[in-house]
């Protein structure tokens, strides 16, 4: 009997962990202020490298554009000290811009930008969904040591499944965003 509880303790405390990363991924280096991050870069992630599809336009304007019409690039610029002006840019010419300032509309921490950690909570309440229990996702925007961007995104979760199955996972992507100079001329 000693010997059967920790089997089912196993068997029933579930958890799971997952990170993908680029090929060659050298990590967030340290930008020394939000200068650092001015310039010009192409909105959505190159998948071929083995890294997941991430589109800054979703990010800074979530369900403001639709796949049919995302920008090509997003530029950026500083503002002020602790301030970014983000315009979404399609053949040259800006069809969105909004300005952002740290510490209201982000976190400048360890010389990358964090977003507000988003909160879920679930309750088996929709059709096909069998999960109960809360969940947080997290996105920080940097740079890699080649000054190319660099988008990582976790999540967290801890709940039941089917009601009785203890679940506990996280997971992480992490994307390279392609500075080019070019799309926002």
């Known amino acids: 009997m000693n010997r059967i509880i920790p089997f089912l303790a196993v068997v029933f405390f579930t958890g799971c962990a997952a990170t993908t990363t680029p090929d060659d991924d050298s990590g967030f280096s340290e930008a020394v202020n939000l200068?650092?991050?001015?310039?010009c870069y192409k909105n959505c992630s190159d998948t071929s490298d083995g890294s997941a599809l991430v589109c800054l336009s979703d990010i800074i304007w979530p369900?403001?554009?639709?796949?049919?019409?995302?920008?090509?690039?997003?530029f950026i610029e500083q503002e002020s000290n602790?301030?970014?002006?983000?315009?979404?840019?399609?053949?040259?010419?800006?069809?969105?811009?909004?300005?952002?300032?740290?510490?209201?509309?982000?976190?400048?921490?360890?010389?990358?930008?964090?977003?507000?950690?988003?909160?879920?909570a679930s309750g088996a309440g929709e059709p096909g969904n069998v999960f109960i229990g809360?969940?947080?996702?997290?996105?920080?925007?940097?740079?890699d040591e080649y000054g190319q961007g660099r988008v990582s995104q976790s999540v967290?979760?801890?709940?039941?499944?089917?009601?009785?199955?203890?679940?506990?996972?996280?997971a992480a992507d992490v994307s390279k965003i392609e500075r080019s100079e070019s799309l926002c001329n």
């Open 82 to 120: 602790n301030g970014l002006v983000v315009s979404a840019v399609s053949n040259g010419v800006t069809v969105k811009e909004s300005t952002f300032e740290a510490g209201k509309d982000f976190h400048f921490k360890d010389g990358r930008i964090e977003l507000d950690r988003e909160y879920i």
């Open 134 to 143: 809360i969940g947080t996702g997290k996105t920080v925007l940097g740079l």
């Open 156 to 170: 967290a979760f801890a709940g039941t499944g089917f009601l009785i199955i203890p679940v506990v996972g996280a």
């Open 63 to 74: 369900k403001v554009f639709e796949m049919k019409n995302k920008p090509e690039a997003i």
């Open 35 to 39: 200068e650092a991050f001015e310039g």
